[in-house]
């Protein structure tokens, strides 16, 4: 008898706990990209910062939210100067298949959304940006260390054995041939096609027009707006806004983020002791939408 008063007021703490559990559920920010139990419509948000230098996590992401049905739309936020050239590529062609074939994307442009940032936000049916947005810089760079003059101050030479005239093209040891300087160009060169390709079709503007601004300047949001790069001025909150409008969403949508990635710890040590050149260095390898304000001309 003196135990059924402990399993009552047992039952009456777990009941109470569940039901707390679900509130929190309903009431709380989603991250994670899960349905849940929601009580308001949905908007799943895509944040891209910093120097891209991959694409997987990002694409699982966008397609998580494509296949999510109680998602309405997909927002991607970018603040970054650009970085690798075929992430960039596959995270746009990812997005604008999306917005064409599933649902709406739309695009806010944080800071800096330059070089491949931009190249990302041409996918979306809108983009948004402040007036002091850093948006442009359509182009594409290679670069490569230059240590002839060190090696030979230390006296150190090295010998190369190779299968063909190119294979050790850009060594850091030895000075670029004018045969290889007109190979790297026309690879530029093709690249660069390629990004004003998108650009055209993106914001559907005639091929000139937008050659004409694919010498690597950036703009300003407020200009970016007048040469049609952008469509509205306004932060990310407006487009919510606007988006929820356009959508005849009523009342304020439920913003879903991406559920957070944590990398094993021993990957984490390691690359908090990279130091900032090294980490510069193995980042800038290989073809780049990136504006780079600090880079060399020469």
Not at 71 to 98: F, K, M, N, T, Y
Not at 166 to 179: E, L, W, Y
Request: aromatic share 6%; glycine share 10%; with cysteine.
């Amino acid at each position: 008898m003196v135990k059924r008063p402990i399993f009552i007021a047992l039952g009456v703490f777990f009941t109470i706990f569940i039901l707390l559990a679900l509130l929190l559920m309903l009431l709380s920010p989603d991250r994670g990209g899960n349905a849940g139990l929601g009580l308001h419509e949905k908007l799943g948000v895509i944040e891209i910062e910093g120097a891209i230098a991959e694409s997987r996590k990002t694409i699982e992401d966008i397609l998580d939210f494509a296949e999510d049905k109680s998602i309405r739309a997909i927002l991607v936020r970018i603040d970054s100067p650009g970085g690798a050239v075929g992430p960039s590529q596959e995270i746009h062609d990812e997005l604008r298949r999306i917005d064409a074939s599933v649902k709406p994307v739309y695009v806010s442009l944080g800071s800096v959304a330059a070089s491949g940032g931009y190249y990302i936000a041409v996918a979306g049916r809108k983009i948004y940006a402040n007036p002091g947005t850093l948006t442009g810089s359509i182009g594409v760079i290679m670069e490569f260390p230059d240590l002839v003059a060190l090696l030979d101050k230390i006296g150190l030479t090295k010998r190369v054995i190779k299968s063909g005239a190119f294979k050790d093209i850009g060594s850091p040891v030895r000075a670029m041939t004018a045969a290889e300087r007109r190979l790297l160009q026309e690879l530029i060169d093709d690249v660069h096609q390629q990004f004003v390709a998108a650009v055209c079709a993106g914001r559907d503007l005639p091929q000139e027009q937008i050659a004409s601004l694919a010498d690597g300047r950036i703009f300003t949001g407020r200009q970016a707006l007048d040469l049609h790069l952008i469509d509205t001025l306004g932060g990310f909150q407006q487009l919510v806004r606007d988006v929820a409008a356009d959508l005849g969403i009523k009342g304020k949508p439920k913003l879903i983020y991406p559920k957070e990635e944590h990398p094993p710890l021993l990957d984490y040590l390691l690359e908090q002791r990279l130091t900032t050149p090294l980490r510069h260095l193995l980042q800038q390898q290989g073809l780049m939408f990136l504006w780079r304000p600090l880079s060399s001309d020469s």
